[in-house]
C-alpha cells in the first residue's frame, strides 16, 4: 500500500504539472481538491484517465471522482479494491 | 624660368611654343592633318592605318618631343591625356556597319580605334613609352585636374618625364594641345600656367 | 484619430522583459531553433494557476501583464491577440495522446488549452475583463490583423485603448517538420523562433508614450511594383523624411525571399538606416510583435542596438521607424510608427 | 606620402546578382553569369555573354528616383541606371560625402554607346552618347560639387581608377574618391568582338590549353575609398591600396607584349610604392581574359615578377569581360576575398596551357592573406595593378 501511495504522487505530480511539489509535499490524507492541493473539475478528469491509463480501472461515473479523489489515500484504497 | 614645351594644333593651325609653325592649305581635317605628317618629316607607315582621333595626337606628340629628351629608362616616360568626345567619329562608323541587320560588316580595323587610349597608345608604341598613361574623358581641357594627376605621379615616383595634353576630334572641330614635363621643371608646373599657354594658343588659332 | 503606443512587453528568445534596457546583449541561437529567455513566470503568475499553463500561455500573459503594468492600463477596453499556431505544444501533446492511446485514454487538459485563444480568454480571467476579446489566426498576418482590429475599432469610436499582443512558439517536434521545408531548410533556410510581444494602445498620448502608430497595410501576394508604390505613398502621406527613419525588415536569410527587402533597401530605402530583427528573433508567424516592440524601442531611446544595424547610418534623430516583414514571400505588411 | 587610401564600402550589380553580398555568395557557390544569349538586338546569331537582370535594375531604380537631384520628369539611360544603382548600394551602407573634398570618377570604356543606334539617337541626341555627358548625369544625381572625371583607358579602367585615385587620397589631393566602373552588353561592343574573333563559344577558359577566346558581360560596381578614418567605424577588417601602377606594352595597339615587360612593370611599380616583394603577394587576381595570347603574356610577366609560385586565378568565366567594370568588380571581389580569407577557384581551368609556370586556383578554399595583386590588361598595350592589403588604422 506505501509502495502504491508512494508510486501514486509521482504520477500525480506529473500528470497535472504539479511541477514545483515533491512527493513528500503531499500530505496522503490532505483533500486533493478545493483547500488541499486546489486541484479542480479538471483536474478529475485527469484523474480519471490516470486510473484508467496506468491502473486499468475504468470510473463510470465521474461523479464518483469525488469521493475516489478526495485524498491520496483514498485514490489508493479504491485501487486497491478495484485493481484485477 | 624656362618655358614650358606646348604644342598646339586646331583649325589648320600648328603652333609650337605659342609660335605658329605650319599654316594649313588645306582646311579639311584629314588633308591638314596629311601636310603636318609631311611637316615632321618622318615615314611611319603605321600612320596611315591610325583613326583621325589618333592621328591627331600622334602628330601633335611627333612634334611636342623633337629635340626632347626623355628618360632612359621606358617604362619612368608617361602620357595623360584629356579628351572631349572620345572616339565618337569611329564609333559612328563602327555603328554604320551594324545597322543594316541585313549587310552586316563590322570591321575589326576600324572597332580596334574606338577606345581613345589607343591613341596614347600608338605614341607610347612611337616613342617606347613605357610607364604611366591614362586617358580621362572630360567636355574641355581641363589644366587644373590634369596638373593634378601629373603632379602627384611625380609626388608617387612613378615617373621622370610625363606628357600632358588635351587631344579630341569632332565631326567639324578638331584640337590638341600637349606639353611636356620632366622630374626637373615640375616644381614649376602650375595648373594657372598651363591653362594661359593653352588659351593663349586657343585663342591665337582662332584670329 | 491618432493611436499612440503606451506600454509595450516582450518575452522572446534575448533578454526582453525589461522595457528599460534595449537589446544590449544577445542570446545567440544555440540549437535548431531560438528558444525564450524564459522570465521568472511565479513573479507574475501565481503558482496555482502556472501549473496548467503551457509555456507559450505563460510567456503570453507575462507580456501582457508587462506592457499593461508599463502604461498604467488596468482593464483594456479590448484585448486582441494574433497568433499562427496557437498553443503548438498542448496540440502536439493532444494529438500525440490520441495516437498512442489510440484515441482513448484522452485527458483534457491539453485539449483545452490548445485552441488558439486561451491565451485571450486566460488574460481576460486574469484582470477580470469582460469587454472585447478576440483572437486572430491568420499565418503571417495575424499580429497585423489583430492590430488592425484595434486600429478600426479605436478610429471607429467604439473604444478607447486596446491591448493587442502577437504570440508563438516552437517546438521540437514542429521545428524537425519545419526542417524539411525549403524556407526553413538547414542549407540557406530561415531559423524558427517564437516569442511573444503585448502592447498597449491608447487614443491618448501620455508620458509613457513610445510612438505613434502611423499606418499599418497587409498584402497578400502582391503584384511586383505594388509595395514600393505602397511604401512611397505612405512616405509621402506622412510626410515621412527616408534619412530620419530606421527601417525594420524581415530579413531571414532565405535567398529567394532576399529579394523584395534587397530591392527596398536599395531604392526607396537608400538614405535610410537598415535594420533586422530576424536574427534575434527568429521567424514565426508573429515575428513582426517583436518588430513593433523593437521599434517602440528605436523610437523612445532614440538609438539602435548595434545588433539590428544591417546597413546605412543611424539617424541623429530619429523620426520613424518603418516595419516591412513578408511571411513566405506571400504576406507583406507595413508598419509606420513615428516618434 | 603620409595617408593611407582605406576602402570604406564596395558594391556591385552584375549577372550573378545585386549587391557584393549576393554576388560573393554566387561565386562561392561556383556560379557562372555567362549562358547562352539569343537576342536578335545584341547579335544576329545566339553567343555566350553575362547580362543583367533588367527587371530586377528598372524596378529598383524606379524607387530610386526619390533621392535624386535632378527634376523628377529626368529620364535616365540603362547605363546610367546600372551605375547609380551600384553607387546606391556603397551610399546605403556608408553615406559618402559629395562634397569639395570628394573625387567621383567613372570608369567605363564605352557608356552610353548604345545610344548611337538609330531610334535611340533620335531621342537622346548626340550629346547623351559622349562619356563625359552620362559622368555628369550620374555626378548630378547625388550632387557631387566636383566636376566628374571619365577613366577612360579600355580594359584596364578599373584598376587605373583605384591606383590613380589612392595617389590622390595619399598625397591629400583629395579625402575622397568614388569610383564606378560600369559597362554594357550592347551590340556595338558584341559585333566588334565578334570582328576580332575572340569571342570564345563556350564559358570561357582561362590560362586553359583549350582556351579560345573571352566571353563580355555586363556589370556595374562602385567603391569608395577615403583617407578619413571616421568612416572606418563600421568595418571589421580594414583593407587599404597599398600600391598601384600602370604602364604601357609599347608593342601593339590590339596585341599584347609578347615578353610580357609591360604588365611587369605596373607589378613592379604597385610592389615597390607598397614596400612589398614577391614575397609578401599572396594572391593574384589576374587579368585572365582567355584568349591565347593575353594569357601567355601573363604568364610571362608574372614571372618576371617572380610570382610564379602564388595562386592565380581569373574571375572571367563568372562575369564574362565586364570592360570598364572588370577591375573595379574583380577588386571588390578580392577585397572580400581579404574580409573573407577565402580564395576562389579559377573557373573553367582544367589544364595549364601558358608557357611560363603558373599556378592556377582549382579550388575555392579558405585561403590566410594578406596582400591580393589585381591586375589588369587592355587594348593600346595599356595594363595597371594595384595591391589590395589587410591594414590598421593609422
Redesign the interface.
Known amino acids: 500500500m506505501d509502495k502504491l501511495i508512494e508510486e501514486l504522487k509521482v504520477e500525480i505530480i506529473e500528470a497535472l504539472n504539479l511541477e514545483d511539489m515533491e512527493p513528500e509535499d503531499i500530505d496522503i490524507n490532505e483533500p486533493l481538491f478545493g483547500d488541499g492541493l486546489g486541484l479542480d473539475s479538471i483536474d478529475a478528469l485527469e484523474l480519471i484517465v490516470l486510473l484508467e491509463k496506468n491502473y486499468g480501472i475504468k470510473v463510470e461515473d465521474p461523479k464518483k471522482g469525488k469521493e475516489i479523489f478526495a485524498s491520496v489515500k483514498t485514490m489508493a484504497e479504491y485501487i486497491t479494491a478495484h485493481q484485477k | 624660368m624656362q618655358e614650358i614645351k606646348h604644342v598646339y594644333i586646331a583649325k589648320s593651325c600648328l603652333f609650337v611654343n605659342g609660335q605658329l609653325v605650319l599654316k594649313g592649305e588645306n582646311s579639311i581635317f584629314v588633308k591638314y592633318l596629311k601636310e603636318v605628317y609631311k611637316h615632321t618629316d618622318i615615314k611611319y607607315s603605321k600612320y596611315f592605318k591610325m583613326d583621325p582621333l589618333s592621328k591627331l595626337g600622334f602628330l601633335a606628340a611627333e612634334v611636342l618631343l623633337k629635340d626632347m629628351k626623355c628618360s632612359e629608362s621606358?617604362?619612368r616616360n608617361g602620357i595623360i591625356l584629356e579628351n572631349?568626345?572620345?572616339t565618337?567619329l569611329v564609333?559612328?562608323k563602327?555603328?554604320v556597319?551594324?545597322?543594316d541587320?541585313e549587310n552586316?560588316f563590322?570591321?575589326?580595323a576600324n572597332?580596334?580605334y574606338?577606345?581613345?587610349?589607343?591613341?596614347?597608345?600608338?605614341i607610347?608604341?612611337r616613342?617606347?613609352?613605357?610607364?604611366?598613361?591614362?586617358?580621362?574623358?572630360?567636355?574641355a581641357f581641363?589644366a587644373e585636374?590634369v596638373c593634378?594627376?601629373i603632379k602627384?605621379?611625380y609626388?608617387?615616383d612613378?615617373v621622370d618625364m610625363l606628357i600632358g595634353g588635351f587631344v579630341d576630334a569632332d565631326e567639324d572641330e578638331y584640337e590638341a594641345f600637349m606639353f611636356f614635363t620632366e622630374k626637373d621643371n615640375v616644381s614649376e608646373l602650375d595648373a594657372k600656367m598651363i591653362e594661359d599657354l593653352y588659351l593663349k594658343s586657343k585663342s591665337q588659332a582662332e584670329e | 484619430m491618432a493611436i499612440y503606443i503606451n506600454g509595450i512587453g516582450l518575452i522572446s528568445p534575448q533578454e526582453t522583459k525589461s522595457n528599460a534596457s534595449f537589446l544590449e546583449e544577445v542570446n545567440v541561437l544555440e540549437g535548431d531553433y531560438f528558444k525564450i529567455a524564459e522570465p521568472p513566470y511565479k513573479e507574475y503568475i501565481a503558482p496555482r494557476e502556472l501549473r496548467r499553463m503551457s509555456r507559450v500561455i505563460r510567456n503570453g500573459i507575462v507580456s501582457a501583464k508587462i506592457a499593461l503594468n508599463d502604461s498604467g492600463l488596468e482593464n483594456p477596453d479590448a484585448i486582441l491577440t494574433g497568433t499562427g499556431l496557437g498553443c503548438a505544444t498542448d496540440t502536439e501533446k493532444f494529438l500525440m495522446a490520441m495516437s498512442e492511446n489510440k484515441e482513448s485514454l484522452l485527458t483534457p487538459t491539453s485539449f483545452i488549452q490548445s485552441t488558439h485563444n486561451t491565451l485571450g480568454g486566460s488574460i481576460a480571467i486574469g484582470l477580470g475583463c469582460h469587454n472585447y476579446n478576440m483572437t486572430y489566426v491568420n499565418r503571417g498576418f495575424s499580429f497585423e490583423s489583430a492590430l488592425l482590429d484595434a486600429i478600426l475599432m479605436i478610429n471607429g469610436q467604439e473604444i478607447e485603448n486596446a491591448l493587442v499582443g502577437g504570440f508563438d512558439e516552437m517546438t521540437e517536434n514542429h521545428n524537425k517538420l519545419l526542417l524539411t521545408q525549403k524556407h526553413y531548410a538547414k542549407e540557406n533556410g530561415a531559423v524558427a523562433g517564437q516569442g511573444s510581444g503585448f502592447f498597449a494602445l491608447e487614443k491618448q498620448i501620455n508620458e509613457n508614450t513610445y510612438a505613434e502608430l502611423k499606418e499599418l497595410e497587409t498584402y497578400f501576394k502582391p503584384e511586383?511594383?505594388a509595395i514600393?508604390e505602397k511604401?512611397?505613398q505612405i512616405l509621402k502621406t506622412h510626410d515621412v523624411n527616408?534619412s530620419e527613419c530606421v527601417v525594420l525588415m524581415g530579413f531571414n536569410g532565405v535567398?529567394v525571399e532576399?529579394?523584395k527587402y534587397?530591392?527596398?533597401?536599395?531604392?526607396?530605402?537608400?538614405?535610410?538606416c537598415?535594420a533586422q530583427y530576424k536574427n534575434l528573433s527568429g521567424e514565426y508567424y508573429t515575428s513582426s510583435a517583436f518588430a513593433f516592440w523593437a521599434a517602440s524601442q528605436i523610437l523612445k531611446k532614440q538609438s539602435l542596438p548595434e545588433c539590428m544595424l544591417v546597413?546605412?547610418?543611424v539617424p541623429s534623430t530619429i523620426k520613424h521607424v518603418f516595419i516591412y516583414n513578408q511571411f513566405l514571400k506571400n504576406e507583406h505588411s507595413l508598419i509606420l510608427l513615428a516618434k | 606620402?603620409n595617408k593611407k587610401t582605406y576602402i570604406i564600402g564596395d558594391s556591385m550589380i552584375s549577372s550573378l546578382g545585386?549587391?557584393s553580398k549576393?554576388n560573393m555568395?554566387s561565386l562561392y557557390d561556383g556560379n557562372s553569369g555567362v549562358q547562352r544569349i539569343d537576342d536578335?538586338y545584341l547579335y544576329?546569331e545566339p553567343f555566350m555573354g553575362a547580362r543583367l537582370d533588367d527587371k530586377?535594375l528598372n524596378?529598383?531604380?524606379?524607387?530610386?528616383l526619390?533621392?535624386s537631384k535632378l527634376p523628377e520628369d529626368f529620364e535616365f539611360t540603362r547605363f546610367e541606371k546600372m551605375a547609380i544603382?551600384s553607387m546606391?548600394?556603397v551610399?546605403?551602407?556608408?553615406?559618402f560625402p559629395t562634397d569639395k573634398n570628394t573625387l567621383f570618377i567613372l570608369s567605363t570604356?564605352?557608356g552610353n554607346?548604345d545610344l548611337?543606334?538609330?531610334d535611340l539617337m533620335e531621342k537622346w541626341g548626340?550629346e547623351r552618347?559622349?562619356?563625359?555627358?552620362a559622368?555628369?548625369v550620374i555626378a548630378q544625381f547625388w550632387g557631387f560639387e566636383n566636376?566628374a572625371?571619365?577613366?577612360?583607358?579600355?580594359c584596364i579602367s578599373g584598376v587605373?581608377a583605384l591606383h590613380?585615385a589612392s595617389?590622390?587620397i595619399?598625397?591629400g589631393?583629395y579625402e575622397n574618391v568614388i569610383i564606378v566602373g560600369a559597362d554594357m552588353l550592347t551590340?556595338?561592343v558584341v559585333?566588334?568582338?565578334?570582328?576580332?574573333?575572340s569571342l570564345s563559344s563556350n564559358v570561357c577558359k582561362p590560362f586553359d590549353e583549350s582556351r579560345d577566346g573571352l566571353n563580355l558581360g555586363e556589370a556595374a560596381g562602385c567603391i569608395f575609398l577615403s583617407s578619413n578614418e571616421q568612416y572606418l567605424k563600421r568595418n571589421k577588417t580594414i583593407l587599404e591600396i597599398s600600391g598601384g601602377?600602370?604602364?604601357?606594352?609599347?608593342?601593339?595597339?590590339?596585341g599584347p607584349s609578347r615578353t610580357g615587360?609591360?604588365q611587369f612593370?605596373a607589378i613592379?611599380?604597385a610592389m615597390k610604392?607598397a614596400e612589398l616583394t614577391s614575397k609578401d603577394i599572396d594572391h593574384i587576381s589576374a587579368h585572365g581574359t582567355a584568349t591565347p595570347f593575353n594569357d601567355e603574356m601573363e604568364s610571362k610577366a608574372l614571372n618576371l615578377a617572380g610570382l610564379q609560385e602564388k595562386p592565380v586565378n581569373s574571375l572571367k568565366a563568372y562575369f564574362g569581360h565586364t570592360l570598364g567594370a572588370a577591375g573595379i568588380i574583380e577588386s571588390i571581389v578580392a577585397i572580400h576575398n581579404l574580409v573573407d580569407q577565402k580564395i576562389l577557384k579559377s573557373l573553367g581551368f582544367e589544364k595549364n596551357g601558358v608557357p611560363m609556370p603558373l599556378i592556377i586556383q582549382q579550388k575555392t578554399e579558405e585561403y590566410s592573406m594578406n596582400n591580393i595583386l589585381k591586375t589588369a590588361s587592355?587594348?593600346?598595350?595599356?595594363n595597371a595593378a594595384v595591391i589590395i592589403s589587410k591594414t590598421e588604422k593609422a
Do not use: W
Open positions: 621606358p617604362e572631349k568626345v572620345s565618337y564609333d559612328v563602327h555603328q556597319t551594324i545597322n541587320k552586316y563590322p570591321s575589326p572597332f580596334v574606338t577606345l581613345p587610349n589607343v591613341m596614347t597608345g600608338e607610347c608604341i616613342h617606347g613609352f613605357k610607364g604611366e598613361n591614362a586617358v580621362f574623358v572630360n567636355e581641363d585636374f593634378q594627376y602627384s605621379m609626388e608617387a612613378k | 511586383d511594383s514600393e511604401v512611397l527616408t535567398p532576399q529579394n534587397n530591392e527596398l533597401r536599395d531604392s526607396v530605402f537608400l538614405n535610410s537598415i546597413s546605412g547610418n | 606620402m545585386f549587391g549576393e555568395k536578335k544576329p530586377q524596378r529598383c531604380f524606379s524607387s530610386l526619390m533621392m544603382m546606391a548600394g551610399y546605403r551602407d556608408q553615406t570604356t564605352k554607346i548611337l543606334q538609330e548626340k552618347s559622349m562619356l563625359y555627358k559622368a555628369d566636376k572625371r571619365v577613366l577612360s583607358n579600355a587605373e590613380i595617389k590622390f595619399k598625397q589631393v551590340e556595338f559585333s566588334g568582338f565578334m570582328s576580332f574573333q601602377g600602370s604602364s604601357n606594352d609599347a608593342n601593339h595597339i590590339s615587360d609591360g612593370f613592379q611599380s610604392e587592355g587594348f593600346g598595350g595599356c
